[in-house]
């Protein structure tokens, strides 16, 4: 027996009892029996089967011939989220340890809570060791129960690096990159004091792998390469091996343009980008080993403001199937 076709209807039913049947979206008459005429004529197209009378042949499918690989990303975190491990203990306060508290401090039913205390009070902790000059590290933390001020971060040592100061409840990040000599993480009351609790204090590496190497005002925050009023020619580098003369295909996404252009180099030099998108190109590598510059530019006088994230550089080469 013939297996149903189109609508639901056998060959062998439509053409015994003389009934349409659709298949491959035509209209087929039994007007004589054995046969099977179309209403419509379509041309002999379809990549399964051969539509000549009820002569229903299958062909080599078009994907025989091979497939498209999806191979691996040459670009180590292309998509700027890796981070180090936690450096601060008891950044949720189940015990009283590991902080010095400052005047209007205490640690206790898991929150470090400041009551009354005045402007520039500490809470703080040493990471001596822990933390690498010139390095960026992403904070986190929460603010709740505040009546009133607030509080900020700092990295400090042999200099000082501090986050926003927030007056809220809330959860909150701030990205800061060491100073030298750094040694101590601490909260500091501001706007007048702080009466309020803070919890779940987290700080990480950004990029702890060092896989990128960053030009002037040039960043890895919020998941993504930063370009802040960067000059020219300044970008985020990273070392790979290319096969000479095989062809990639490179894809990134710009947001939060402002201003300059973006474009990746490598042995190929790709297209400017001047707004907001995610773009792909071709590219042949032209020698065997270079950097991946990811090259943020002037344009017009002004310089590069904007942001690149999800960078991928894959070969881009079909494998014959193994027939």
């Known amino acids: ?43 002999d197209f379809h990549d399964t089967w051969d539509l000549d009378g009820t002569d229903f042949t299958p062909e080599a499918s078009p994907d025989d011939e091979g497939y498209w690989d999806d191979l691996p990303n040459i670009v180590l975190n292309g998509d700027y989220e890796e981070l180090g491990s936690e450096i601060i203990n008891n ?23 400041s009551v009354d205390s005045g402007n520039g009070e500490d809470l703080q902790q040493g990471v001596g060791g822990k933390i690498t000059s010139g390095k960026t590290y992403k904070v986190e933390y929460t603010i709740s129960n505040r009546v009133t001020g607030g509080v900020k ?19 909150y990040t701030d990205y800061l990159t060491a100073p030298a000599n750094n040694t101590t993480f601490k909260f500091t009351t501001a706007s007048g004091g702080f009466t309020g609790s803070i919890d779940n204090v987290s700080v990480k590496q950004v990029d702890p792998n060092s896989r990128w190497s960053l030009g002037t005002n040039v960043s890895i925050s919020d998941g993504k390469l930063n370009w802040a009023n960067s000059p020219n020619n300044n970008g985020g580098t990273q070392s790979s091996s290319l096969t000479q003369g095989t062809a990639y295909e490179i894809t990134f996404t710009v947001s939060d343009y402002s201003s300059g252009s973006v474009r990746i180099r490598f042995p190929f030099v790709g297209t ?39 960078v991928s550089i894959k070969e881009y080469a079909i494998t014959p199937l193994d027939v």
Do not use: H
């Not at 979206?25 to 041309?43: H, I, K, N």
């Not at 926003?164 to 959860?171: E, K, P, S, Y």
């Not at 907001?276 to 991946?292: F, H, K, L, R």
């Open 153 to 171: 971060t700092f990295l400090s040592g042999g200099g000082a690096v501090q986050g926003n100061t927030n007056t809220a409840n809330g959860t």
């Open 91 to 113: 950044g949720t306060y189940d015990a009283d340890s590991n902080w010095t508290k400052g005047t209007g401090w205490s640690i206790a039913n898991g929150v470090a809570s």
């Open 1 to 43: 027996m013939c297996p149903k076709m189109g609508m639901g209807t056998s060959v062998s039913t439509a053409v015994s009892e003389k009934i349409a049947v659709i298949i491959e979206d035509y209209m087929f008459d039994a007007t004589v029996a054995g046969e099977l005429t179309p209403e419509e004529s379509p041309s």
């Open 272 to 310: 400017r980008r001047t707004a907001n998108g995610t773009y792909t190109q071709i590219g042949v590598a032209d020698q065997s080993t270079s950097d991946i510059f990811i090259q943020g530019e002037e344009s017009g006088g002004n310089t590069a403001t904007l942001s690149v994230d999800n």
